[in-house]
């Protein structure tokens, strides 16, 4: 690694053909790094291709016959020796006019709050069904497995966010993605788990905060009300309405305090059913023997279709990037130390939610867990006559904020991927009008979907082998070729292993989810929401 030195250099003679002199760019044309620099599409500064260390500019006459040269005053002392692959990027005005980068002033706190949100919520409530087909041992380990295994790959995606060789942001899935796969293979894999991640995942937020509405005004109402309740589609449609009011916040940072609410009733209706389950005792004649096939391949299918229901519990990785986004980022002060930070406390705390929730659930309940709902049916199918209506009306209330919450953060991807057609086309930011005329008809578009397909949960097993790669397989891969770690090395070894078994695992499950769907029947019910 060569370094820029003031040292004199004594020019050629005018006769000889000189090649353009290698210095650095002049004081009044320097530029300035960018804290919160994003993907660019082109360099400002691009080096040689014949990996020449410094930055070339056009030969100029010089005045004097030793022409001074020294240091830009935008490298620091840590980074004065010019680095091989150093690009100079320019911000992307594009994305100061988008939803995801619009304020980049996030810290650890802000991760911490999106994180908790989307990484917890009601799909962990349905662990617990999957220790029905698993038992004690199987359930536990794999539970464990799958955590640290997601907990791995989310820390890949954390360091590759960005790049201290090109200069580059990656601020979406998508586009990290497209770096590594190229954009036609990356719209072939990684596309539609995305899409269903954040639009899939609103339309089941609807379907799930609407049921609870309608339980809720029955717990409050009470049973001697006389108010007639409102049909399951009018209560979709209220939790819809609510929803468009909350999307009506600009950007992923303005929404930091929705995320905190959402992170405390998640947080606190996990605790609450598993404290209650536990304090009431197991039920009378509870058994934990697995669930038992008639025919071997049939239990094996079901026991996949378990470990995609686990898979599903452990979602959020397709909104790392996008969090880590909205933070400023340098080269002595990068994005991922407070994103990591704010990470390691979040999935701290969803891992005390969620082993006691399984565990504690399935002590409980045993083979009695309703496998539609899990552990929040369960609560109202046992203990909706020895439990306080309060305890219970706290349960929902809790469920319908984290579900509004959820939907914020979930559906901001979309709104940033319909913004981002306006501006690429007629380079401004979308005006006020326009993105909240986007954003309702993006939350009543779902609310069409949840009325028209109410029985999308049933299909948990199936849709987390479909998405499983996104979470297990793909930041892998991205590592290998991003990074190129040395072959046959240790790192080599385990990114290679965990992203073929990932695969192999996403192919299984969805074959077995497809299998279990036509075996068992699901409720098919057309516009028919219950």
């Given amino acids: 690694m060569e370094e820029i030195t003031p040292a004199p250099v004594t020019p050629k003679p005018a ?3 000189a090649t353009p002199a290698t210095t650095a760019a002049p004081e009044s044309s320097e530029p300035k790094m960018s804290k919160a620099a994003s993907v660019s599409r082109e360099p400002l500064v691009i080096p040689p291709r014949g990996g020449v260390d410094q930055i070339e500019i056009k030969a100029k006459t010089p005045k004097s ?34 939803p995801i980068t619009e ?30 087909i698993l038992g004690w041992t199987w359930g536990i380990i794999c539970m464990t497995a799958v955590f640290l295994w997601q907990l791995y790959t ?14 580059l942001r990656y601020c979406r899935y998508i586009q990290l993605c497209n770096a590594c796969f190229g954009e036609k293979l990356s719209k072939f894999l990684a596309l539609f788990p995305i899409l269903y991640l954040s639009g899939g995942t609103c339309v089941a937020l609807i379907v799930l905060g609407g049921a609870t509405c309608k339980m809720f005004f029955q717990i409050v109402c009470g049973p001697t009300c006389t108010v007639k309740s409102l ?31 959402g ?81 390691q406390v979040s999935y701290t705390l969803i891992a005390l939610c969620i082993f006691p929730l399984a565990i504690g659930g399935y002590w409980a309940y045993g083979q009695k867990i309703p496998e539609q709902g899990g552990m929040f049916a369960a609560l109202f199918a046992f203990h909706s006559t020895d439990t306080s209506q309060t305890v219970l009306g706290l349960a929902s209330l809790f469920v319908i904020v984290n579900a509004l919450s959820s939907f914020q953060i979930y559906g901001m991807p979309m709104f940033d991927e319909m913004e981002s057609h306006y501006t690429r086309r007629f380079k401004q930011a979308a005006p006020w009008w326009l993105r909240a005329i986007m954003r309702a008809m993006f939350t009543y578009g779902c609310y069409f979907v949840a009325v028209a397909i109410p029985f999308l949960g049933s299909l948990a097993g199936l849709i987390g082998g479909i998405a499983l790669p996104v979470t ?18 240790p790192s080599w070894w385990i990114n290679w292993v965990l992203g073929v078994v990932g695969m192999c695992l996403s192919v299984l499950l969805i074959v077995s989810g497809t299998y279990v769907v ?10 028919k929401p219950t």
């Fill in 15 to 17: 006769t000889t053909d």
């Fill in 65 to 98: 016959l030793t022409p001074r040269s020294r240091t830009p005053r935008f490298m620091t002392p840590i980074g004065s020796p010019v680095r091989r692959a150093l690009k100079l990027t320019r911000l992307d005005p594009e994305d100061a006019w988008l």
């Fill in 103 to 132: 304020s980049r002033n996030g810290n650890a706190y802000y991760a911490a709050f999106h994180t908790l949100c989307s990484g917890i919520g009601i799909q962990a409530l349905i662990i617990p069904v999957a220790f029905t």
């Fill in 154 to 167: 989310l820390f890949l995606l954390v360091q590759l966010h960005e790049s201290s060789e090109t200069g």
């Fill in 231 to 261: 049909t399951p589609a009018e209560w979709y449609l209220v939790f819809t309405c609510a929803a468009v009011i909350l999307s009506q916040l600009p950007n992923l940072n303005s929404i930091a305090g929705v995320s905190l609410v």
């Fill in 263 to 343: 992170a405390i009733t998640a947080v606190g209706y996990c605790t609450l059913i598993w404290v209650v389950s536990v304090d009431k005792g197991r039920l009378p004649h509870v058994s934990y023997n697995p669930l038992k096939a008639h025919k071997e391949f049939i239990q094996f299918f079901d026991v996949l279709n378990a470990l995609g229901m686990i898979a599903f519990g452990f979602r959020g990785h397709n909104l790392i990037l996008e969090i880590q986004a909205t933070m400023p980022s340098s080269e002595k002060h990068p994005s991922r130390v407070p994103m990591w930070r704010g990470v």
């Fill in 472 to 489: 297990l397989a793909y930041p892998c891969f991205m590592w290998l070729i991003m990074k190129k770690p040395k072959k046959y090395s």
């Fill in 518 to 527: 036509i075996d068992t029947g699901i409720k098919v019910s057309f516009f």
